[in-house]
């Protein structure tokens, strides 16, 4: 049997979307250190080139090494999406992505095979979702769609239903999602959780909305707890955020993410 790992476990994203990981990772595992970066710096990496995102990638990556993580959860639907099969074997933690495990989660979902995916534009170029839910169903109807405005509005906190610009988005974005008639919808960037409210309300109560940052994060739990290698303690985990842009900022917007309250416990890095 392993040893007890007190080691804490990384989670990094572009900018807040990866707090909808570190929300599940909390409440699956409250005995668990967890360091979050942010590179709020340099959001959206989804409008970026493939080796823009790979540079961030393991620059985000070496800083969470250097708090001697665990593992590494790539929070970020357009990392994983671009850039994780090149380096993940290029580091001795288990790196996370939030792909496959999305994936599983959706095939499971669906009752009718019509599954929408939407995320950055990188993400949904890359083709990704549509090659990994392919090779495991090839009779699945997909229907993909690029929403580059979303994560520009949800890192300005334009997330709650009834305001009109993030309701005119989603109804523009989304409408060939609504007439392909999918049952299912993969939130393919981990930023989108927060409109599930004006998203949920445009495409109507049969839709399943899979969260790609809570599904990579329940993984993860599962993985360390068959592989022994949760810390002792059950309670009382400590949390760090890692930010490279303003503190105030980050820390109003997480507060909404998490439902608690994170001031104090942020710090403002540098990655260059």
């Known amino acids: 049997m392993a040893e007890m790992d007190n080691r804490p476990i990384g989670v990094f994203d572009s900018g807040l979307g990866g707090l909808t ?47 001697d993580v665990k593992a590494v959860v790539v929070a970020c639907g357009t990392v994983s999406a671009v850039a994780l099969e090149q380096i993940r ?29 939407i995320g950055t534009e990188a993400t949904i170029n890359s083709g990704a979702y549509e090659r990994l839910l392919r090779a495991a169903d090839p009779d699945v109807e997909l229907t993909s769609r690029a929403c580059p405005l979303f994560v520009p509005l949800v890192e300005n ?31 393919g960037c981990t930023h989108y959780p927060l409109l599930e409210a004006v998203i949920g309300r445009f495409l109507g109560p049969n839709v399943a909305l899979i969260s790609s940052g809570r ?4 993984r993860v739990a599962r993985d360390l707890a068959d592989e022994d290698q949760l810390r002792a303690q059950k309670e009382g985990g400590m949390h760090r955020y890692f930010v490279t842009d303003s503190v105030a900022g980050f820390e109003k917007l997480a507060s909404l993410f998490l439902q608690q309250d994170v001031s104090g416990d942020v710090e403002r890095v540098e990655l260059e």
Request: net charge negative.
């Open 215 to 218: 599904a990579a994060a329940e």
């Open 157 to 187: 906190g334009r997330v709650h239903p009834g305001d009109v610009v993030i309701e005119t988005v989603v109804a523009e974005y989304l409408a060939p999602i609504k007439a392909a008639g999918v049952d299912t919808l993969i939130l």
């Open 21 to 67: 990981a570190m929300a599940t990772l909390m409440q699956r595992l409250p005995g668990e250190d967890i360091c979050y970066l942010g590179d709020t710096g340099r959001v959206p990496y989804g409008v970026r080139s493939r080796e823009t995102i790979i540079k961030y990638t393991r620059q985000d990556i070496a800083f969470l090494l250097g708090l």
């Open 89 to 117: 074997g290029d580091y001795n933690v288990p790196i996370y992505g939030v792909l496959e495990p999305t994936v599983e989660v959706a095939l499971a979902q669906t009752k009718t095979g019509k599954i929408g995916i």
